[in-house]
Structures are given as C-alpha cells and as structure tokens.
C-alpha cells in the first residue's frame, strides 16, 4: 500500500495553490495525493506541485488519482490510500461568484450574501466525510468550502470534520504580517466570514461589525484603525487562503503541534484562534472571553443574515438572505432538514440555472 500523508480533492485554482504551496514548503518527507475529474488539470497541478518541490528542493512526491466524487469510488480509494489528512476542495460553487455580475444569480448571493451558496458547499463535503466515516474513521478531513457554514451542516448529519482553512486566517495572517517587532505581538483573533468583505474596499469606505482582535491578550479597540494599511482583493484571495491551510495539514500529517486561526473546527459556526496539541484540535481564546462567549458572537451574524444549522439537524434561511430567495422559491426559502441536503441541492442547481439566464 502507497503512503499518503495528505490527500488533495478538487482540481481547481484553489487546489492548485494548495498543492503549490505544500510542494514549496514542506520540510519533511511528503506523499501528496492530488484526485479529481480533471485529467488535464490533475496533469498541470502534479506538474506545477513537482517543479515547485524540485525548485526549492523539497521531500515531495505528488501522485495523482482520476475521481468522480459524484460516483462510488471515494470509500474504495481512501481505503485504499488510508491519508492520514484530507483537503476537500471540490465545490459545485465557484468561489469567483462573490466578484460575478450581469445576471440575477451573482445579485442574488451579491444582496443576500454568501450562505445562498452554502448547499453547493456542502453536498460534496458530506459525501467526502461520508466516505471517511465508513472507511478511516481516523482520517482527519480539512473542509476547504465556506467551512464557517458548510462545516455546522456536515456535523449536523454526524459527519466528520476537523476544521476549514481560509477565511478567519486570510485576516489573521494579514493583519499579523502588518504587525511590526521583533517577535511580533501575539495576535488572536474571533472572525466570521462576513467581517472579510470590508477589507476588500478601500480603508476609508470600511463599514462594521469588523473582527475582534486581541494583542497579548488585550483587544485592539478599532481594529479598522490599527490595520488601515491591510488590503484585500475583490475576488477570492486564494493567496492568502489557499496558503493558511499548508501549515495546520502539515502538522496534522506530521503530528506536530501548532498553533493558529482556523474556521468551522468541529462544526463551530465562524472562526476561531486554535491549537493542535498531542492530535487534538481545540479553541486557544484570549483569556478575555470563553467559549460560550466566542461561539455566541460567530453564531450571530448568521443568525441575522445567513443560514443557520439548529441542534436537530433543521436549516433555516434568515434574514435579507431569506428575503431575497423567498422572491424566487418559497420552497427553497423554506426551512430544511440536513438529510435531505441532496434534494435541496439538486434544486437548487436548477434555481441557480434559470438565474443565470436571467439579465
């Protein structure tokens, strides 16, 4: 049986960067698995990930594997491989809609925000974890799709999932590269996925509720302040996200302790400061606020806007989100139990398409 140390699902430009980025800075021996649908891409990305390896002399060796996640073949191949991680990044929602405009689908997600995409998110995750769960239990799965969301509805079905990547740490790490000192200060932070969109307008247009940051355990009073000169892309920046996840699989790979931000870790709703300790995940809070606290606050904003995910597995659409999606199916507006998140997503891709067509 082949090694694998960490197995990369998804071929699109965010896999790539993954894979870029584990093949430039792993330091220790390295079995990267890349699986996907995209022959020609799964070509480029093991071609790219070996050149990176080779250029600045890494332990990497990258295999590739043709998988249809819409298929049966995802137990049989983690059977067969036993990774020790795996980076779910298929979605059936391109990231690139948060930039999208011109028709009535990009100004439905653009009015209602990111959680009309969060069933596209979620259906190839649950089916990964499904997978997990009845062949390596121990495998530790890495959500890389809107996992602020998407990772609440994959432990509603009982599935599961470690943590996402992006998100949360695209603002820590930006905000902690823009610290300055020598060591830096301790930066800690509570982010949401819909505290990032102010970082990509200018500083003067930026409008709260921003993150909330802690320096050596106290927290930053205007955090738009402290980081004005932090500057994000209007589309995904896969350069920041795509990287911030390199550091937390690595050490899972290599049961090293670590240290850091990451979202949705085992289903929480948001982002969190966390810590790997001796093969264990867990929140790292300022001594400031508890978890009780800290979960509350992320659980808030979908709780105004968004899609939440109650103790019974019941998803509920609220607020503008709810609104503007009861304009256009009342039935998909409606509340919806996780189980039956294939049904929802099937028409919801149908939605989606008469969108599309529509100016």
């Known amino acids: 049986m082949q090694k694998c140390d960490i197995l990369l699902i998804g071929t699109g430009g965010f896999a790539q960067r993954i894979a870029c980025d584990l093949a430039a800075t792993a330091n220790a021996p390295l079995e990267l698995h890349c699986a996907g649908r995209n022959s020609l891409r799964l070509a480029w990305i093991k071609t790219a990930a070996a050149a990176r390896a080779d250029m600045f002399a890494r332990p990497v060796r990258i295999t590739t594997h043709a998988l249809d996640i819409a298929g049966d073949g995802l137990a049989q191949l983690f059977a067969r491989l036993r990774p020790t991680v795996i980076l779910q990044a298929a979605s059936l929602q391109a990231a690139a809609v948060i930039a999208g405009e011109g028709n009535a689908w990009t100004r439905l997600v653009r009015d ?145 302790d670590w240290s850091g931000h990451a979202p949705g870790p085992d289903g929480l709703p948001g982002g969190y400061p966390v810590a790997l300790r001796s093969g264990r995940l867990e929140l790292e809070l300022p001594e400031a606020i508890d978890r009780a606290a800290a979960i509350a606050w992320n659980a808030g904003f979908e709780q105004a806007n968004g899609l939440v995910v109650d103790p019974d597995g019941r998803a509920r659409y609220t607020g503008r989100l709810h609104d503007v999606l009861r304009e256009e199916s009342r039935d998909l507006a409606a509340p919806f139990h996780v189980a039956d998140l294939e049904e929802v997503c099937r028409a919801m891709v149908a939605l989606r398409g008469a969108l599309q067509q529509r100016a």
């Open 112 to 256: 209602g925000g990111l959680s009309a995409t969060a069933v596209f998110q979620a259906v190839l995750t649950s089916r990964v974890a499904r997978a997990i769960g009845e062949a390596l239990p121990q495998t530790r799965l890495v959500n890389c799709c809107f996992p602020d969301v998407v990772n609440g509805i994959i432990a509603a079905m009982g599935l599961p999932v470690a943590c996402g990547i992006g998100n949360i740490a695209i603002l820590a790490h930006a905000f902690a590269g823009a610290l300055e000192g020598a060591p830096r200060p301790k930066l800690q932070m509570l982010c949401h996925y819909q505290n990032i969109a102010a970082w990509r307008r200018p500083a003067a247009q930026r409008l709260p509720p921003a993150a909330r940051v802690w320096l050596e355990g106290r927290e930053v009073d205007d955090v738009f302040a402290h980081f004005a000169a932090v500057q994000l892309t209007p589309e995904p920046v896969i350069d920041i996200s795509g990287a911030s996840g390199v550091t937390l699989a690595l050490a899972m790979a290599q049961q090293r």
